[in-house]
């Protein structure tokens, strides 16, 4: 009787503990960096200090997911300061970075971003990476009158009077990319992309932009956040038999996703993969191996040959070590910290207003070349670049757009993009 | 055709990662929400025996590192359940609930263990050269090795279990505890060493699984979670406490899993999934084979 009385206990039993694990599940997915212990927190000084320094903040995941991409951003960012405070600071002062763990968690991002604005009182906070730290952030520092520098691509349709966009907006990345594939490369695509906000607004871009400039859509798939089990996904690809895959693939994924591409026999000499999410730091970890002689579209690279970039490049790893490497976010974090600088010095104040009424048309020269504040919508002009990836993990330079590109995060400028929102 | 590969290689991990499940969930009613960790251990033991060699021995030997990863996967994986268990849930027979919750918090250490140890950043794992390409069976269809090499493994593994439990004497003994404890125990089995060698063994298993997975993805500290919903779902599916349960477990949810994400997306086809695995179990909820018990009504 105890035996088949468990049995049937078993089932209620199972389906209560498969609820249990799939919250599991989503701990490791979404907020693993809750379990993680907390790394440096904030480090402010006394206040009397105040009247000699100005404080930033600086709010990045630190612990979590996403702190593998963030932590090298924090690093630029730091390193930028140092160098502004051996120069002498702003406006005579010294610059003091506070720095928060954002943690992975987006309700975190919104409290330590109100903990720098109200508690701190920082100038500027630099800070955040995914879509979802920034959306948090946001309605934080309209509130309380401050001003986030964010140094990542993203998927546009945002503006804030209160954020400034140091990364490539859509027109800035995604949209050349599409055009230069279209002419070098074929025109049929398949989109395959991570489920959540990015990769669906982009794709959404790009299916208007095909249908405009001729191209054509021969699959759409997108997969969880996590998931390594593309066979299915690679025989569907197989028998589309298209010219081009733009992946807009997260994290994880892509190194199954290449991996079992590679096996299945696909190379770059049967199609190509563009990818938007993959960089340099990211290329250190999946393995440049099953990657070479795909395209990534970004607005710098490390290899790109300018003399301001080669001594980027070089004080980057001398302060952090020879084996690091430096990407585009890393940069767009970098130069955002110099962009606020000279906004600063010709406002006079740190006062936010005034800054962003200073901030336009400020120019700086990044290591990707010169960058501009467009004051219509505090994104900047910047360089597109499409690589080709090298089996050392760098990109070889195919096309650039020889000026740098006025941000259009609405798209207001392109005709087929007028219905999307 | 491609499909049918497709899900039954699908299957074939399925069934690897959810037999030292059977073990330890399906034998020993023991919920071990670590499961999922010692898959990991057993990535990262790969991952270690990959760095040996490639820093300790020549060159020319580094394509036979996995043929010695394995079985290191294996017993650094079994030597942490044997600890588990020893530690562990031994005071926790008989009592699900309260395992469940233990294990749980032991997989939240291990987790963050590994992260402390290589870093939250996941690490790639090179597979030798061998096991790279594929068999080209017909014009554009081709089977790669690997996931040839696992379904082997896979084979081999269901093989040797089978082999364990029906033909050897510790392997009969183990069953004997299973049916009627009391019974067992009063025959003169020791069933506490019955019962730690019984986790150690299911233990080794999850980590000769997470040894082969290493070949498809990457390794990170959560690699575990994402495998342990399919793992369950396949012991439950199979019906609780048979062998053969398991592999039919295994090669139903790896082949409907590939057939409607080919047929919808793969969210979707997840989704779906698990809708008919919930409708059939209510409709047989023992699952697939039923387990004819000795012990009285």
């Not at chain 1, 906000?197 to 405009?212: D, G, M, Y």
């Not at chain 2, 794992?125 to 081709?142: H, K, S, T």
């Not at chain 2, 067992?184 to 020791?190: N, P, R």
Request: net charge neutral; hydrophobic share 45%; with cysteine.
């Amino acid at each position: 009787m105890r035996e088949t009385g468990f049995k049937k206990k078993a089932s209620m039993l199972i389906t209560m503990m498969l609820a249990g694990g799939m919250l599991l599940a989503g701990c490791g997915n979404s907020g693993g960096g809750s379990s993680t212990a907390p790394t440096s927190s904030g480090n402010s000084s006394s206040n009397q200090a105040a009247g000699d320094t100005i404080k930033v903040g600086v709010l990045h995941s630190l612990s979590g997911t996403m702190a593998i991409s963030e932590t090298s951003v924090k690093d630029a960012e730091l390193l930028a300061i140092e160098e502004i405070n051996a120069a002498g600071g702003v406006l005579g002062k010294k610059i003091e970075p506070v720095i928060e763990d954002g943690a992975s968690d987006w309700p975190t991002f919104a409290e330590k971003a109100k903990k720098l604005l109200q508690k701190d009182k920082v100038a500027v906070i630099f800070g955040g990476w995914t879509s979802a730290s920034r959306k948090a952030m946001l309605p934080v520092v309209e509130e309380n009158k401050g001003l986030l520098f964010y140094p990542v691509q993203y998927e546009g349709l945002e503006a804030s009077p209160n954020i400034f966009y140091t990364g490539a907006a859509p027109n800035q990345q995604i949209v050349p990319a599409v055009s230069w594939l279209l002419k070098n490369k074929g025109k049929k695509f398949y989109l395959l992309g991570s489920d959540y906000v990015f990769p669906r607004t982009a794709n959404k871009i790009i299916k208007a932009q095909l249908a405009a400039e001729g191209g054509e859509m021969v699959g759409e798939e997108y997969t969880p956040l996590g998931h390594t089990n593309y066979s299915t996904i690679i025989s569907k690809i197989k028998q589309a038999k298209p010219d081009v895959i733009f992946n807009t693939l997260n994290g994880d994924s892509n190194v199954a996703f290449f991996k079992q591409l590679k096996d299945a026999g696909i190379t770059n000499k049967d199609l190509t993969v563009m990818s938007v999410s993959i960089a340099e730091e990211e290329i250190r970890g999946i393995g440049a191996e099953p990657l070479v002689g795909h395209l990534a579209a970004w607005n710098y690279f490390q290899t790109t040959d300018l003399p301001k970039n080669k001594e980027f490049v070089q004080k980057y790893k001398a302060k952090y070590g020879k084996d690091r490497v430096t990407d585009d976010p890393i940069e767009a974090g970098y130069f955002g910290v110099y962009l606020w600088a000279e906004a600063v010095k010709k406002a006079g104040t740190t006062d936010v207003d005034k800054v962003k009424e200073a901030s336009k048309g400020i120019e700086f020269e990044a290591p990707e070349g010169l960058v501009k504040i467009d004051g219509e919508n505090q994104h900047t002009y910047k360089m597109v670049r499409i690589g080709e990836i090298q089996p050392d993990g760098q990109f070889k330079e195919l096309w650039n757009s020889d000026k740098p590109v006025k941000p259009d995060p609405f798209l207001k400028n392109y005709e087929w993009a007028k219905n999307l929102k | 055709m491609v499909q049918l590969f497709n899900g039954l290689s699908f299957s074939s991990i399925l069934l690897l990662i959810a037999l030292g499940l059977a073990i330890t969930f399906g034998l020993m009613n023991v919920i071990n929400m670590a499961h999922g960790e010692l898959i990991m251990i057993g990535a990262y033991s790969a991952y270690m025996t990959q760095i040996m060699f490639s820093n300790y021995l020549p060159k020319s030997l580094f394509d036979f590192y996995f043929v010695l990863a394995l079985p290191v996967a294996f017993l650094t994986a079994a030597l942490t359940g044997w600890i588990l268990e020893w530690a562990l849930v031994r005071h926790l027979y008989g009592r699900p609930l309260d395992s469940l919750l233990a294990t749980w918090g032991v997989s939240l250490v291990l987790q963050q263990l590994a992260r402390t140890v290589f870093g939250a950043p996941n690490v790639a794992v090179m597979a030798p050269d061998w096991l790279n390409g594929g068999l080209e069976v017909m014009a554009g269809v081709v089977f790669p090795y690997k996931r040839l090499f696992i379904l082997a493994i896979a084979a081999a593994a269901v093989l040797g279990m089978y082999l364990y439990l029906y033909k050897t004497a510790p392997g009969r003994r183990m069953q004997a505890v299973m049916q009627n404890r009391a019974m067992a125990a009063c025959l003169g089995i020791s069933t506490r060493k019955v019962d730690s060698w019984s986790f150690a063994m299911g233990s080794g298993i999850a980590g000769l699984a997470g040894c082969a997975i290493t070949l498809l993805g990457p390794i990170g500290p959560s690699i575990g979670t994402y495998y342990i919903i399919d793992a369950f779902m396949v012991v439950v599916l199979g019906g609780v406490g048979k062998l053969s349960g398991t592999l039919a477990g295994a090669l139903g949810i790896g082949i409907l899993n590939t057939l409607f994400e080919y047929g919808t997306t793969a969210t979707l086809g997840k989704v779906l999934v698990f809708l008919v695995i919930i409708v059939f179990l209510q409709w047989r909820p023992a699952g697939l084979v039923q387990v004819k018990t000795r012990v009285l009504d």
